[in-house]
């Protein structure tokens, strides 16, 4: 039975983290900046205004200390795991062959021929990449000191789940490539993850 590693779990969470913490402290800035307009204005009263700006500017600069303080946290427990179990460059190396896979899974989609109305077969060709392409962006690699696991994410959808198949000769073969420390058996299915197993040669 496979089950996905603590770095598996938290890996896309701490990336939605930085994400929404840089969004917080652009909007911190466009109402920053919104408040020095305000205070431009001498027509009218805008006190109350800049004040409410002032707080909700104060709120986002909170939230963002917040969000980055937690994604600091997640990753600092998977550093502390890999320190007492494992080796902490293993996590980088998962870091870095995450993102290798996933830009390796990626369809190119030709989005010239979705402009044309009347090509409906094309364009629902490149709907249904952008599907495959989004599901298994979500795919993750954990590479430890006597194993490796590469779990992807399976499309619920027919077309896009006959790519994952037609293609997974060659993810395992890259998947070999990419880590020649390791034996890979064939993949198994568990639940919605097709999974590669490496073990250290």
Same mark, same amino acid.
């Given at each position: 039975?496979?089950?996905?590693?603590?770095?598996?779990?938290?890996? =896309? /969470? $701490?990336?939605?983290?930085?994400?929404?913490?840089?969004? &917080? %402290?652009?909007?911190?800035? #466009?109402?920053? !900046?919104?408040?020095?307009?305000?205070?431009?204005? =001498? /027509? $009218?009263?805008?006190?109350?205004?800049?004040?409410?700006? &002032? %707080?909700?500017?104060?709120? #986002?600069?909170? !939230?963002?200390?917040?969000?980055?303080?937690?994604?600091? /946290?997640?990753?600092?427990?998977?550093?502390?795991?890999?320190?007492?179990?494992?080796?902490?460059?293993?996590?980088?190396?998962?870091?870095?062959?995450?993102?290798?896979?996933?830009?390796?899974?990626?369809?190119?989609?030709?989005?010239?021929?979705?402009?044309?109305?009347?090509?409906?077969?094309?364009?629902?060709?490149?709907?249904?990449?952008?599907?495959?392409?989004?599901?298994?962006?979500?795919?993750?690699?954990?590479?430890?000191?006597?194993?490796?696991?590469?779990?992807?994410?399976?499309?619920?959808?027919?077309?896009?789940?006959?790519?994952?198949?037609?293609?997974?000769?060659?993810?395992?073969?890259?998947?070999?490539?990419?880590?020649?420390?390791?034996?890979?058996?064939?993949?198994?299915?568990?639940?919605?993850?097709?999974?590669?197993?490496?073990?250290?040669?």
């Amino acid at each position: 039975m496979m089950r996905k590693t603590y770095f598996m779990r938290v890996y =896309d /969470i $701490i990336i939605y983290l930085f994400l929404f913490a840089i969004l &917080t %402290v652009m909007f911190s800035k #466009l109402f920053d !900046l919104l408040n020095i307009a305000i205070s431009q204005i =001498d /027509i $009218i009263d805008m006190r109350n205004v800049a004040h409410y700006i &002032t %707080v909700i500017s104060n709120g #986002l600069y909170q !939230l963002t200390f917040y969000l980055l303080g937690l994604a600091f /946290i997640l990753m600092v427990i998977d550093l502390i795991i890999r320190l007492l179990k494992d080796q902490i460059t293993n996590h980088i190396k998962s870091v870095y062959h995450t993102m290798v896979l996933r830009h390796y899974l990626k369809q190119d989609i030709d989005t010239t021929s979705s402009k044309d109305w009347q090509q409906t077969g094309e364009t629902k060709t490149n709907a249904v990449e952008r599907y495959f392409n989004k599901v298994v962006g979500k795919s993750i690699v954990d590479v430890r000191q006597n194993e490796v696991r590469v779990a992807i994410k399976i499309p619920r959808k027919q077309q896009a789940h006959e790519i994952l198949k037609t293609i997974e000769p060659q993810i395992h073969e890259e998947i070999t490539h990419m880590h020649p420390n390791y034996y890979f058996s064939a993949s198994q299915r568990h639940h919605r993850y097709l999974w590669f197993t490496g073990h250290k040669r």
